[in-house]
């Protein structure tokens, strides 16, 4: 049987020795559109080399105080000419790091310094045929290559003292390099899979040019996290509110690392979970770990909380609002409890509008947009620069069984989100079921860990159906799965046919208020991966 073709599995934070316990200089990623700079963030750790995303808008002075190895401007969807386009501080290009410029990065790098950008009248979008003419970044690569291209603006002449490396069909500088002043510009994309030798080119960059060592492994994460929770809880008490995914397990587990009893775990059963969700979670924590861990069966509050509320937003908001409330009344019957860990991961705040980019607010999540403005806990969220990828091999790293590590994310509302329109019982029941039949039969199909997510979904609408001699009006649900390496981006699983026959039969047949099932190909974006 045919299953679904596995994204590539990053190298990031694969098992080596730390180099010690200082902190890693950044390779900053300067965000100037889109969602190029994440990809390039991720890129550069995947080359297990540390990272960040920094705004536009930052001074020459502010990066230089980060201590940067090199800095990576991004591309971007604008032209450098228009209203309101991303600039940078001229001052950036004096720090005395080795500077990347990705398309619009490369174009902005030229204005900046003296080259010429123009509209030329020609574009270059998707696959392009690259022609090397020597410098470091392309060296040991044939001279022939495929990249890909997206801009229509062209640089026309590049920087002084720059010496053009690269050409197309279309543009007579597709690469530019001014080794004494630490420039470097590539038109094109060396961050997406459709430049097979971008890798490389990239690698090159951070190890010959930059200098930077392979040093950002798991054991050095978690090392370096177990300091910074140490030096800022102190010896305060810490309460950690358990969901039941890999990223609040993982954060749990690093603090319980560092501060050992100060640690209390509460795990909120909002009634929104996957079936059996609650008791792995406890059997996990509480017995394998010795973690001290409170139970708190909360079905029916969050459900009252929800009551006559259909709004995505509003259901965010709420459950993430009743949460905090949840965790302030155990730490007043727990007695003087400061800090509150949350599992809040780096493309939650992304996505958030945390980045202070130029990318816009996608949604808020309950532990990053949805926060009251009156918590009265301070909170500690130690994996908040991490994606995902790099949080399951952390918790490799701390002995989290394969079960949770590799546990498909879910997020912190639940099944609420996947209900559309308002969360009542029955409903929840329903998802919940078709959400169980849709885990079994893809986990003893071998596919669950070549998908990134796969769930059902409950639309707020009911279709005509006939089972047996009887004419039904039941409610369809929505099958949803997709491939990704971080959620930035994400295609929908190509499952096999009998596969989706198997689930859907099941479905409707097990569960009386369905009469339909239907399949999501929707990638992302445009969609969202959730519907909600």
């Known amino acids: 049987m045919p299953g679904v073709a596995p994204a590539a599995r990053p190298r990031a934070l694969e098992r080596a020795a730390p180099r ?23 890129r550069v750790r995947e080359a297990r080399v540390y990272s960040e995303i920094v705004s536009h808008r930052a001074s020459a002075a ?6 940067p190895l090199a800095l990576i401007l991004s591309g971007g969807p604008a032209s450098v000419y228009a209203q309101g386009a991303p600039k940078v501080d001229p001052g950036i290009f004096e720090l005395g790091v080795p500077v990347l410029g990705i398309c619009y990065g490369m174009q902005l790098m030229a204005l900046e310094l003296g080259g010429r950008v123009e509209a030329t009248g020609t574009a270059e979008f998707g696959k392009a045929a690259l022609q090397g003419a020597g410098g ?24 002084s003292g720059a010496e053009i490396t690269a050409r197309s069909a279309v543009v007579p500088i597709a690469a530019f390099e001014a080794p004494a002043r630490g420039l470097y510009g590539l038109q094109f994309h060396p961050e997406v899979a459709h430049t097979p030798h971008g890798t490389a080119i990239l690698e090159t960059f951070l190890r010959e040019i930059a200098g930077a060592s392979p040093s950002w492994t798991a054991a050095a994460v978690v090392e370096r996290e177990l300091a910074r929770i140490r030096e800022r809880v102190g010896s305060e008490r ?46 996990t924590f509480g017995r394998h770990f010795g973690v001290p861990l409170l139970h708190v069966e909360a079905q029916a509050r969050f459900l009252a909380r929800l009551a006559g509320v259909s709004d995505p937003e509003e259901k965010r908001k709420r459950i993430g609002e009743e949460f ?44 990053v947009g949805g926060l009251p403005s009156d918590m009265r806990m301070e909170l500690v969220e130690p994996l908040r620069m991490l994606f995902k990828d790099e949080v399951r091999r ?21 099944l609420a989100i996947r209900i559309i329109g308002e969360v009542t019982a029955e409903r929840l029941e329903i998802v919940r079921e078709a959400d169980a039949i849709l885990q079994e039969e893809v986990r ?11 769930f059902a979904v409950l639309p707020a609408i009911r279709s005509v159906g006939v089972q047996g001699d009887s004419r039904t009006y039941g409610y369809p649900v929505v099958i949803r799965a997709v491939t990704s390496e971080d959620a930035m981006t994400a295609d929908w699983a190509r499952l096999p046919y009998d596969l989706v026959e198997l689930v859907s039969s099941r479905i409707v047949n097990e569960i009386p208020a369905v009469n339909r099932v239907v399949l999501d190909v929707t990638s992302k974006p445009p969609a969202t991966i959730e519907w909600e």
């Not at 501060?259 to 009634?271: E, I, M, N, P, R």
């Not at 905090?324 to 705040?349: C, K, N, P």
């Open 136 to 159: 470091a970044l392309l060296a040991g690569l044939p001279r022939e290559q495929t990249v890909w291209m997206s801009h229509r603006d062209s640089v026309t002449a590049p920087p």
């Open 444 to 454: 003893r199909a071998g596919l669950y860990r070549e998908l990134w997510q796969s």
């Open 62 to 67: 502010e990066l230089a105080a980060r201590e």
């Open 394 to 414: 952390v918790g490799e790293e701390l002995g989290l069984p394969d079960r949770m590590v590799w546990r498909q994310p879910f997020p912190g509302p639940g």
């Open 324 to 367: 905090i409330r949840v965790f302030e009344e155990q730490a007043e019957r727990l007695g003087d409890i400061h800090w509150l860990v949350q599992g809040t991961l780096y493309s939650d705040v992304i996505e958030s509008g945390g980045s202070d980019g130029v990318a816009a607010s996608i949604k808020s999540h309950h532990n």
């Open 238 to 283: 810490v309460l950690c509110g358990l969901s039941g995914g890999v990223d609040s397990a993982v954060a749990a587990l690093l603090v319980h690392r560092a501060v050992g009893a100060q640690l209390t775990c509460v795990f909120v059963d909002h009634g929104f979970l996957r079936r059996d969700e609650a008791a792995q979670v406890v059997e």
């Open 20 to 42: 010690g316990g200082a902190a890693e200089r950044p390779v900053l990623v300067v965000d100037l559109g889109g969602q190029y700079a994440q990809l390039i963030a991720r």
